[in-house]
């Protein structure tokens, strides 16, 4: 499969960014390309610009002091995120996604800007122009009248199956936003994601991802992602956890708990961390945590991959992840 | 110094240079000048009439050199069943569509364009005219008596049925001890070979075609070329240069070929077709889903009375090779363990959907998976141990099936053994932590088939030359297909030892070009190093016996007390006494003053060939047959259902291991592929639609799934392979699913029954096993 024809741009510095999102209408930016690239050669999205940003050396950076936090420039691969030691030692839900996303050679190519920034995914939407052409209906995403995975629904219910996300909300990431003015916005990253699988972010044709930022754990805080796939690489989660929990005397502190792959973008399950949050952690305590997930998730079914099995595996992965954090947190 | 100087010895593959420096030339990497671009309409509809095509706007877009349709076409059908007696009507297929599509994706249509996106641009601009028939998505639906016929000619959409009966299983049911009747099911699953289906083909003006063609079989694609675009076959010329993997889907004469040579005629330029990944996945062939319910009776002691075998396969649109497919799930059945009494019944449906055809372990994994599961079942009820049951029943040396089969070699035992072994049995066997396991499962496939489906009356099997060079060096002509295993090296080996030669660099194999190497029918039924490797081996023989003659005269010696080994031929227990290999063939040349060459040639054994008892199942079908056995380690998370393989000890009797990393190599890759087809790969269809159409949707094993694997090669030194080998690269495919099934089982205490053994179908099975 060929790319279709576009007009090559590049941006030397993040106001270029801006600029040419603004001159240029129909425009893209290719960060890693490792996602963006096959859905042009499937003409999932047919850009006449293509803005080239990884020249910009500034967004390849990552920055950590215990006051400031961490920041991670929007290019910084996952390769890098998934190495760097300050990650790994303090922000190692975000290590763990970062190193379980597809396989080495995208992890080298793509970036943590880029993975946020995907959009929900569908066996009925993410195939050939061909395949879809032939189609004799045309399901919600592609301006139809249906879906094919939940017969009934009103609204297209693709997954969003990015791994960092989850781990980015469990740690209280924010993330910087350049709009189409030049200006910046810190948000948090749950605001980030609008739950909705037909856009699953904020977006605006001329805004992108400068920067993640995720403040410095307190003491006694562990984190951990866990996802399970169908296969150890090259493969999106059929599920994702991560839980980042602080621990005091024996006590929760503090927990964040996400998960990833059950809808139309990361949930947040607060009322499993509510239940930990104040109590002394046990084995019980957690099963009731992971129970709670197990009740609020309704996820989407995947192709082959059905809704009992996914929230059963839920629960097991809420449960795993936040053992492993209780544990890494003393 | 060991008995041979050359085979079974560690050789580097002749190809290796060329593949790990990305030289290596396949069918899509030609560049000719002038060259075309040729891309393929396909039907969007599962069952349709073509009322019209109207290709005038496609012809009218720039660039655009030719577009082909089913009217351009002879009405010969392609496929490779063929031979006589078979019907015609067992070549059900078109290169292009003529009167109906049978399947999303069918052939309608074909453009040469001077570039891939007007090429693309041009398949937009056909206008299809269908008439829309009622589409049948699976067997059921298929086997109404009402149902619409997929093809006029086959009634109630069987393709294809295979019913014999031998013995009485009546009466061996009746004195059994015990009987077990059970029921599983296999999915589709595609052969993710590495190079997508491709070819480039140039018509010249004389009339003639020559086509690089990514295929197993150039012998077979030449004749259905010639037929389809109505040219001599003296006129096709196939040329097989390197392939990435075919493991059956190649084996098959696939519509680019004909396509593209029409396509060059029509244009006048040179056309090249390389199928997307999509395209490949969607359309080509794919291993046959079954239905099977197997009765087994046996004796207390574990010993087999009968087997009652019942089969009902999807095969999708088209026939493909199912008369062979459907035939071997039967015959198959004959071993690695003494059968007294079979019943067997199958059939195969035609349905709407992408066709099903041959895949590495053709015929044999579908219904090994049943027999060993069943096997464990059995032996856990009657109190045996599972390698006891399977030492009691099993065949050996010498034995012939009651349908005929020769059992020329047998390492059945020793595979047994070496597998357990290499797994820890003693150790691990039910006596793991729970949800660890371990189990195995037994093996035996052809080696070799005794006739082929397509010639009628081939020359012979295979064909090998051997000509050689003023300096001593040498040329061997093979028609047989290297398609990644390594025969090409194997058989230079097996001539290069014959002759005596010091090493392989002093003969280059020069393969599969039908325009200069002989008749070879090509890879498939694990025949090469018997077909081929013997032919080798008797022209090496007569070009050797020729030296030697003109060596006796040079050294004044008998014929019969000289030797040739390692480069020279010397007088037997007198090392000083000789001339080199080099000086022997110039004295010869000088002497004789005509050519040599030597012919080689092979068929199998006569009874192997007689198919007058097709219809009961009895024909010995293969020159000798290939055993083994798989021990699998599992570790399976019982909270998740996901199953680790962990380490497959992989014991494969090879007769005798020309090149033994080759071998090696075979049993990872066989273990590679069925572990992924045990556990995640299944191709999958929604009305028709293919749906897992990409390496990301169809889930084969990426290298961090892949177990521990420990290649055991057991030598049996079979009486009819070369130096005593027999087939490496199907057998070994065929036990690990089974032997992972019954590890699973060891591990959980639950049997999952259908393919592939997903984390759901263990959970659920574990939750039900728990009363939840
Ligand atoms: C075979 C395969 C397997 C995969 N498996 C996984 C997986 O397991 N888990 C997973 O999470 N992902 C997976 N992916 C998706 C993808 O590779 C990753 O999400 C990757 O991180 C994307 O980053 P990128 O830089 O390559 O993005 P790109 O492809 O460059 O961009 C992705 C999208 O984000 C936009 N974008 C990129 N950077 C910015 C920015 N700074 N601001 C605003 N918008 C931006 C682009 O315009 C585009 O729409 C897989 C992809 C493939 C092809
Ligand atoms: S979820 Fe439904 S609407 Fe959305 S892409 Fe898939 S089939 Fe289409």
């Known amino acids: ?330 | 110094m060991g008995k041979y100087s050359i085979i079974g010895k560690r050789q580097v593959r002749t190809d290796s240079a060329a593949k790990v420096t990305g030289s290596a030339k396949f069918a899509g990497d030609f560049i000719l000048p002038g060259m075309l671009v040729g891309k393929i309409l396909r039907s969007p509809l599962p069952h349709a009439r073509i009322l019209n095509i109207d290709k005038s706007k496609a012809l009218k877009l720039k660039g655009v050199r030719a577009v082909a349709t089913g009217k351009d076409i002879t009405d010969i059908p392609h496929g490779t069943m063929r031979v006589d007696p078979l019907p015609a009507i067992l070549r059900d297929k078109y290169s292009l569509a003529k009167e109906k599509v049978r399947f999303i994706g069918d052939e309608v249509a074909a453009v040469a364009a001077t570039d891939e996106d007007i090429a693309m641009e041009a398949l937009e601009l056909i206008k299809v005219e269908y008439e829309e028939l009622p589409a049948l998505f699976d067997i059921w639906e298929a086997m109404k008596p009402d149902a619409i016929r997929i093809h006029e000619n086959f009634p109630g959409n069987i393709s294809t049925m295979t019913t014999f009966h031998l013995g009485d299983i009546e009466k061996a049911f009746a004195e059994s001890d015990y009987i077990l009747e059970d029921k599983y099911e296999t999915q589709r699953t595609h052969h993710s070979y590495l190079e997508p289906h491709a070819v480039t083909a140039e018509y010249y003006p004389s009339g003639d075609v020559a086509l690089w063609s990514s295929t197993q079989t150039p012998f077979y694609d030449k004749v259905c070329i010639a037929e389809t675009i109505g040219i001599p076959v003296n006129k096709v010329r196939v040329i097989k240069p390197h392939v990435g993997g075919g493991f059956g889907a190649k084996g098959e004469v696939h519509t680019l070929f004909p396509i593209s040579a029409l396509l060059s005629r029509m244009s006048g330029k040179p056309v090249t077709i390389s199928y997307t990944r999509e395209e490949d996945i969607s359309t080509t062939t794919r291993r046959h889903p079954t239905i099977i319910e197997q009765k087994i009776g046996v004796k207390k002691d574990g010993r087999i009375m009968a087997f009652d075998s019942k089969i009902l396969a999807d095969g999708g649109a088209y026939q493909s090779v199912s008369m062979i497919s459907i035939f071997v799930m039967g015959v198959f059945q004959h071993g690695p363990y003494k059968l007294p009494n079979f019943r067997f019944d199958a059939r195969r449906f035609y349905t709407n959907k992408p066709y099903c055809g041959a895949q590495r372990g053709h015929g044999a994994i579908q219904p090994r998976f049943v027999i060993e599961s069943m096997m464990d079942i059995i032996a856990e009820n009657l109190n045996l141990d599972p390698i006891e049951i399977r030492k009691i029943n099993a065949l050996k040396a010498g034995d012939t099936t009651m349908n005929n089969f020769k059992i020329r070699s047998c390492g059945h035992i020793e595979s047994l053994d070496t597998a357990s072994e290499g797994i820890g049995w003693k150790k691990n066997w039910k006596k793991l932590p729970h949800g660890k396991g371990v189990g195995l499962a037994c093996n035996f496939f052809a080696s070799g088939p005794g006739f082929s489906q397509f010639y009628t009356n081939p020359p012979s099997h295979s064909g090998v030359n051997i000509t050689t060079e003023e300096d001593g060096t040498f040329l061997l002509y093979t028609g047989s297909s290297d398609i990644g295993q390594g025969s090409e090296t194997a058989l230079a080996m097996i001539a290069a030892e014959e002759i005596g030669l010091s090493g392989i660099d002093q003969l280059k194999v020069i393969a599969a070009d039908t325009a200069t190497t002989p008749l070879d029918l090509g890879t498939y039924g694990s025949r090469l190093i018997v077909c081929a490797g013997n032919a080798a081996k008797m022209a090496a023989f007569k070009i050797k016996e020729e030296l030697i003659e003109t060596a006796a005269e040079m050294l004044e010696a008998n014929k019969e007390d000289l030797e040739a080994r390692e480069g020279g031929i010397y007088v037997k227990g007198n090392p000083e006494k000789g001339i080199t290999i080099k000086q022997a063939v110039k004295t010869r040349f000088q002497i004789k003053r005509i050519p040599l060459t030597t012919v080689g040639y092979y068929n199998p054994p006569v009874d192997t060939g007689d198919v007058s008892g097709f219809a009961e199942g009895k024909v010995s079908l293969a020159a000798t047959w290939s055993f083994g056995c798989h021990a699998a380690e599992v570790d399976v998370d019982e909270e998740t259902g996901v199953v680790k393989v962990k380490k497959v000890a992989a014991a494969h009797d090879c007769g005798f291991a020309i090149n033994p990393p080759a071998v090696e190599g075979q049993i990872e890759g066989c273990v590679s592929m069925t572990f992924g087809q045990a556990t995640c790969e299944d191709y999958r269809t929604e009305k028709g639609w293919s749906m897992t159409n990409s390496f990301l949707d169809y889930k084969i094993p990426t290298s961090e799934d892949m177990p521990e694997v420990q290649s055991i090669i057991v030598e049996s030194i079979d009486s009819e392979g070369p130096f005593g080998a027999k087939e490496a690269s199907e057998g070994a495919n065929i036990p690990t699913i089974p032997a992972i099934a019954n590890a699973v089982y060891y591990a959980t205490g639950v049997r999952i029954k259908d393919l592939p053994i997903t984390p759901e179908k263990v959970l659920r099975a574990l939750e039900k096993k728990g009363g939840k």
């Not at chain 1, 200006?183 to 991802?209: G, M």
Request: net charge positive.
């Open chain 1, 1 to 330: 499969m060929r790319l279709p024809k576009f007009e090559y741009l590049e941006a030397k510095n993040v106001k270029d960014i801006t600029s040419l999102l603004k001159k240029n209408k129909e425009a893209v930016i290719v960060a890693g390309g490792t996602d963006i690239l096959p859905k042009m050669k499937q003409r999932i999205v047919t850009p006449k610009f293509v803005i080239n940003v990884t020249k910009i050396e500034d967004l390849k950076k990552i920055e950590f002091g215990e006051k400031k936090g961490l920041a991670l420039g929007s290019l910084v691969t996952l390769d890098a995120v998934s190495k760097s030691k300050p990650v790994v030692e303090k922000f190692t839900a975000l290590a763990q996604a970062s190193g379980r996303v597809a396989s080495s050679q995208i992890r080298n190519m793509g970036t943590i800007g880029g993975n946020i920034s995907i959009e929900s995914m569908c066996m009925y939407y993410n195939q050939s122009h061909e395949w879809r052409k032939g189609r004799p209906h045309l399901c919600f995403k592609l301006g139809g009248d249906r879906c094919f995975v939940a017969k009934g629904s009103k609204e297209c219910l693709a997954l969003f199956q990015a791994d960092t996300p989850p781990a980015l909300i469990a740690l209280g990431a924010k993330v910087t936003i350049v709009d189409g003015t030049g200006k910046e916005k810190v948000i948090d990253i749950e605001k980030f994601y609008t739950q909705k699988s037909k856009k699953v972010n904020i977006l605006k044709a001329t805004d992108f991802v400068k920067q993640i930022q995720i403040p410095t754990p307190p003491k006694g805080t562990g984190s951990c992602y866990l996802k399970m796939a169908q296969r150890e690489a090259i493969d999106y989660p059929v599920a994702g956890a991560a839980a980042c929990v602080t621990v005091s005397g024996g006590k929760c502190k503090n927990a964040r708990i996400a998960v990833t792959a059950i809808g139309g973008g990361p949930l947040r399950l607060k009322n499993a961390e509510e239940i930990l949050i104040g109590n002394t952690i046990t084995d019980e305590l957690i099963e009731k945590a992971a129970d709670a997930a197990y009740e609020k998730v309704r996820p989407m079914p995947h192709f082959n991959i059905s809704v009992w099995y996914k929230r059963k595996l839920i629960r097991v992965l809420v449960k795993r992840s936040i053992k492993q954090a209780c544990n890494k947190a003393v």
